[in-house]
């Protein structure tokens, strides 16, 4: 059974950092791009993040530009979301997705923000 497995979020105060990380099991993903998606309460999905199979190329939402970094394993079938300088805004529920058309999904670990 296929699965990805979402940790590392928590509750921090505006400035703070989290690392998100998500696990892939039961098969691998080093040939398919991983995102990062996020479900904030009233607004609609969001992709964060993602990361091209060999990790040299990457995408950041205009929101979280200059302040997080995805990164990924393909040896530990790993991906990362390193978040610095988080905002209440950025307040939600994140998703680490992977395979062609993101077939796959993390059931999501909620991060949140207090100012």
């Known amino acids: 059974q296929v699965q990805l497995a979402e940790s590392g979020g928590g509750r921090v105060q505006a400035g703070g950092s989290l690392r998100l990380s998500c696990a892939a099991i039961g098969r691998s993903f080093s040939s398919d791009a991983m995102g990062w998606f996020r479900r904030a309460p009233g607004k609609e999905q969001e992709l964060v993040a993602n990361i091209s199979p060999g990790g040299g190329t990457t995408y950041y939402a205009d929101s979280v530009k200059g302040r997080f970094t995805i990164s990924r394993d393909n040896a530990k079938n790993m991906v990362y979301l390193q978040m610095n300088g988080l905002k209440p805004e950025d307040t939600a529920v994140y998703f680490c997705?992977?395979?062609?058309?993101?077939?796959?999904w993390g059931q999501g670990t909620q991060v949140t923000v207090s100012s």
């Open positions: 997705a992977a395979g062609d058309d993101y077939d796959y």
